[in-house]
T-cell receptor, first 113, second 112 residues
Framework: SQQGEEDPQALSIQEGENATMNCSYK?????LQWYRQNSGRGLVHLIL?????REKHSGRLRVTLDTSKKSSSLLITASRAADTASYFC?????????????FGQGTILTVHP | ETGVTQSPTHLIKTRGQQVTLRCSSQ?????VSWYQQALGQGPQFIFQ???????GRGNFPPRFSGLQFPNYSSELNVNALELDDSALYLC???????????FGPGTRLLVL
């Protein structure tokens, strides 16, 4: 079963606007990762934030992590039509020789030109 | 492109049949994980292979089994297919020292 929940389930915005997606998880984690998926194809890794970090930036992406609330958010600034995709958060648990990702149900982002 | 390849891209089977899906991991990666993604859902962890042994398993029945070969490529086998097995099957490779998993494009399985 899915561990996490994502909010909103779907988000529709105009090009140039910011998009914010939220994620919650249930158990302790090593880190939390965000992935993107286009049209039901493979997942593309976007960013990883460790459990001892609170905020991380990568290009137009900003991720926050609140371990006390077991939640994370992904902000995409100045969105583009090419950002249209499904976005998934995934909590990583395990050690150096074993680790699994537990995914949320995803947010479908549509960016209108 | 992640360097992880999967075959076939699409597959149609009938209930009760068996299927084998294949995955070639990215160069330098020795760990392969398999995920099942039903339509409209997030991927669910099936199992992970490390040094040719199953290294962790999700909540899937024993009819889901796998192999990892000395070159770190992997197979997912599903016996006695059920309609609910229809899904996108994703393979991901990683290095034991890395937490990021790199996904292949997936195999879409339809069970009729």
């Amino acid at each position: 079963s899915q561990q996490g929940e994502e909010d909103p389930q779907a988000l529709s915005i105009q090009e140039g606007e910011n998009a914010t997606m939220n994620c919650s998880y249930k158990t302790s984690i090593n880190n939390l990762q965000w992935y993107r998926q286009n049209s039901g194809r493979g997942l593309v890794h976007l960013i990883l934030i460790r459990s001892n970090e609170r905020e991380k930036h990568s290009g137009r992406l900003r991720v926050t992590l609140d371990t006390s609330k077991k939640s994370s958010s992904l902000l995409i600034t100045a969105s583009r039509a090419a950002d249209t995709a499904s976005y998934f958060c995934a909590s990583f648990s395990g050690g150096t020789s074993y680790g699994k990702l537990t995914f949320g149900q995803g947010t479908i982002l549509t960016v209108h030109p | 492109e992640t360097g992880v390849t999967q075959s076939p891209t699409h597959l149609i089977k009938t209930r009760g049949q068996q299927v084998t899906l294949r995955c070639s991991s990215q160069s330098g990666h020795n760990t392969v994980s398999w995920y099942q993604q039903a339509l409209g859902q997030g991927p669910q962890f099936i199992f992970q292979y490390y040094r040719e042994e199953e290294n962790g398993r999700g909540n899937f029945p024993p009819r889901f089994s796998g192999l990892q070969f000395p070159n770190y490529s992997s197979e997912l086998n599903v016996n006695a297919l059920e309609l609910d097995d229809s899904a996108l099957y994703l393979c991901a490779s990683s290095s034991t020292m890395q937490e990021t998993q790199y996904f292949g494009p997936g195999t879409r399985l339809l069970v009729l």
